[in-house]
């Protein structure tokens, strides 16, 4: 009896995947399975299949999350940096604008398909929206 929870439970962790080298690769933007295939094909859009391991990729549904944690990060970092800037340096009014403008575009742009990989590993390590099939 022992024997059989031992071996069932052996069989239950080589099947669980580990979360965090799987947000890692994500960060990345590489694949979940393998670590080295691009996830994405483009800016932004998932590969159907891992072009290195042929894991499929298609089951994501990653839909406004990514944008979300974008915005939750990129504001909670900017808001309270306009105010210091602000206080300390009293830029022109356009030059803060212009600064902090450029500023978000970026960093959105930076963190958008990191949080995508982010979003999609975590959805493949727990085995979400068909992935564990
Ligand atoms: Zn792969």
Redesign the pocket.
């Known amino acids: 009896m022992t024997h059989s929870t031992s071996d069932g439970t052996a069989a239950t962790q080589a099947e669980t995947r580990q979360i965090k080298p799987t947000l890692l690769r994500g960060w990345r933007r590489?694949?979940?399975?393998?670590?080295?295939?691009p996830m994405f094909k483009g800016y932004l859009k998932v590969r159907d299949t891992?072009?290195?391991?042929?894991?499929n990729l298609s089951h994501h549904r990653a839909d406004d999350g990514p944008a979300y944690l974008t915005i939750l990060v990129v504001g909670h970092l900017m808001a309270p940096l306009i105010l210091v800037v602000y206080e300390n340096f009293r830029p022109e009014p356009l030059t803060l604008a212009t600064l902090f403008t450029v500023g978000c575009v970026a960093a959105s742009l930076y963190l958008l398909p990191r949080f995508k990989g982010i979003v999609v590993g975590y959805q493949w390590a727990k085995r979400m929206h068909g992935f564990g099939d």
Request: with cysteine.
């Open positions: 590489r694949c979940p399975n393998c670590g080295s295939g891992c072009p290195n391991c042929e894991e």
